[in-house]
């Protein structure tokens, strides 16, 4: 009893560490994400520490017919972008120009980062949120742990006014973390995205 205690205390102080680690890593990439579309690197670091950071772990036991189930089934995060660590493959991303699997190699220690739909809003489409998906395998159990960022619940997520010209017209309309999460809790989400559901048709 007394060696489990000491083991959920000692994983919650890594964890606690590796969340406030991987927010410096987030901030980082979203700065150098901002400044690739010519926004300047602060653009989003004030929202962003004001913002969310959902953590999620993943625990996919051996499973021997991995063909017969998913561990995850497909979707794209919400927020800017996911940090995501695995201890070993399993992930997989769809290819948009044809709707193949691709597997994410496997290379230990290394980050996976996820554009999330916010990103796709607020680059007006440049940058695109990744459908993906986990897989299963026999071999051994698979962990990933995934930290999500996002702006705050009710913060309005929209183009960057500085992307949009008579050239490049508004192709998304803004909404709220809270927005998305009454949508997948009264929609059918293998009937639609939630980021298709703002695309504005042209
Ligand atoms: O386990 C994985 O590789 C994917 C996890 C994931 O997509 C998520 O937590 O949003
Ligand atoms: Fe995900």
């Known amino acids: 009893m007394l060696s489990s205690v000491c083991l959920s205390l000692h994983f919650r102080e890594n964890m606690s560490k590796y969340a406030l680690e991987v927010r410096k890593v987030a901030t980082e990439i979203m700065g150098a994400i901002t400044e690739s579309l010519g926004l300047g ?13 959902v953590i999620v772990s993943n625990f996919y036991p051996p499973c021997e017919e991995r063909e017969a189930a998913l561990g995850l089934a497909p979707h794209s995060d919400f927020g800017c972008i996911t940090i995501l660590l695995q201890n070993h493959h399993g992930l997989e991303i769809m290819d948009p120009e044809d709707g193949t699997w691709r597997m994410v190699p496997e ?20 940058y695109k949120s990744v459908i993906h998906r986990a897989t299963l395998n026999s071999e ?37 973390f809270r927005e998305f999460l ?4 009264t929609n059918d989400i293998t009937k639609g995205s939630f980021i298709e559901s703002l695309k504005i048709k042209k």
């Open 107 to 126: 290379l230990p220690g290394a980050l996976q980062v996820h554009v999330g739909d916010h990103l796709e809003v607020l680059s007006n489409g440049l």
């Open 140 to 176: 051994k159990t698979r962990l990933s742990i995934a930290s999500l960022h996002s702006l705050a619940m009710d913060e309005m997520i929209d183009i960057a006014k500085e992307l949009v010209d008579d050239k490049h017209p508004r192709g998304y309309r803004g909404s709220t």
């Open 41 to 53: 690197p602060n653009y989003m670091t004030e929202k962003l520490e004001e913002g969310m950071q």
């Open 182 to 185: 009454k949508f997948i809790s």
